[in-house]
């Protein structure tokens, strides 16, 4: 069981998230569960539960990562943030920003794609490269996604749409 691998590692009086793999890409365990059987880490960050924040994105933050300037904490570059478990706000419309540009490791148009999956326009997907990604690709895009759109989600459910077109 896993709470003798955290016995004397982690502070239990906080709430926290464990995670077998990693925290783009991994999935949510419980602390007393077990690992997968190609688990080749684990990780625990802050569920962020416990924090109550008045008048939520309205208030000018200094201490909170944001990479499009919506806090003013871009002022300040060299600092290290205590990222949490929070969303931080609802899934919202999706938004033509070019910001997926600047994270996807490869040259294609992510969010031309994303769109393409979500028409289910399975033409248009394999002229923008769908067979050319795995939804872990999509991992550093959902982080910084202002949408809050679960990526790796959609971009799986595109690639079971096109095998189930080719059987």
């Given amino acids: 069981m896993l709470t003798d691998v955290f016995a004397a590692n982690v502070d239990e ?4 998230r464990y995670i077998d793999g990693n925290v783009l890409t991994g999935r949510q365990i419980k602390p007393n569960g077990y690992l997968g059987a190609h688990t080749t880490s684990l990780t625990v960050i802050p569920e962020g539960d ?8 309205v208030m ?4 909170q990562f944001s990479l499009n300037h919506s806090y003013f904490s871009w002022l300040f570059p060299k600092k290290e943030y205590t990222i949490d478990a929070r969303v931080k706000g609802g899934e919202r419309h999706m938004i033509m920003s070019g910001e997926y540009d600047k994270m996807f490791p490869m040259d294609i148009f992510p969010e031309y794609l994303i769109k393409a999956i979500i028409a289910g326009d399975i033409d248009k997907m394999e002229a923008l490269g769908i067979y050319e990604v795995a939804p872990e690709d999509f991992a ?3 982080f910084v996604d202002s949408s809050k759109l679960e990526l790796q989600r959609i971009v799986r459910q595109g690639l ?4 189930k077109e080719m059987c």
């Fill in 13 to 16: 009086s906080k709430s926290l």
């Fill in 50 to 57: 416990n924090i109550s924040e008045f008048l939520g994105f």
């Fill in 60 to 63: 000018p933050r200094c201490n």
């Fill in 140 to 142: 550093l895009c959902e």
């Fill in 160 to 163: 079971d749409m096109l095998r």
